[in-house]
């Protein structure tokens, strides 16, 4: 359990770095979009930027190398029932770590433009870059233990979090409201 708060705060100590780096970025995608003509350019660099902010330290601490069991999975909720014998605090960091690894990734995917903007294309893509996570635990041989439980978790807290910010979704490719179309 020591081990697993120590790489919280490692995310943390990396997420205050990050952030005047993210504005930064922020900021200079969107001028280079708008002045490129782009659409929505605000709103495409905050998605863009958020996406990598919030999911690139769980996939970070996802493949740090750990002491734990290697293995493999395929039988669903098999781990889930197992952390029914285990302590409260072990079932909050399983559960909603696995929840939060695509949460950025699902919430701000629709909200970037209407290509994305269905609920089953984001668990789609959660769950093939989930796969993906799974499979590079695996064959790295990280001593982390590749899970369809994990496959199953990310991809719900991907939907889950897509689900949170649907009235943001993009509605145009161009940045505009439905409501500001005109019909011909």
């Known amino acids: 359990m020591a081990r697993t708060w120590e790489l919280w705060g490692n995310v943390i100590i990396a997420g ?5 780096l993210a504005l930064l970025a922020i900021v200079i995608l969107s ?3 708008a002045r490129a003509g782009r659409p929505a ?9 958020g996406i990598v902010v919030g999911t690139a330290p ?8 750990s002491d734990g069991p290697s293995g493999v999975n395929l ?8 952390l029914a014998r285990a302590p409260w605090e072990a079932v909050f960091v399983q559960v909603g770590g696995n929840l939060l690894v695509f949460a950025a990734l699902g919430a701000l995917l629709p909200v970037r433009g209407r290509a994305m903007s269905s609920l ?8 093939a870059f989930s796969v993906l996570v799974e499979v590079l635990q695996y064959v790295l041989r990280l001593g982390r233990l590749s899970s369809v ?6 991809t719900t807290g991907a939907v889950i979090f897509a689900l949170v910010t649907r009235r943001w ?7 505009r409201d439905r409501s500001t179309i005109t019909a011909r």
């Open 16 to 20: 205050t770095f990050a952030l005047p």
């Open 31 to 33: 001028r280079h979009r």
């Open 41 to 49: 350019p605000l709103r495409t660099s905050l998605a863009d930027v």
């Open 58 to 65: 769980w996939i970070w601490m996802i493949l740090t190398p």
């Open 75 to 82: 039988v669903p909720f098999t781990d889930l029932a197992d």
């Open 120 to 127: 089953g294309r984001v668990a789609a893509l959660a769950a």
């Open 149 to 154: 439980d994990d496959v199953i978790l990310n």
């Open 169 to 175: 979704w993009a509605r145009t490719d161009t940045g």
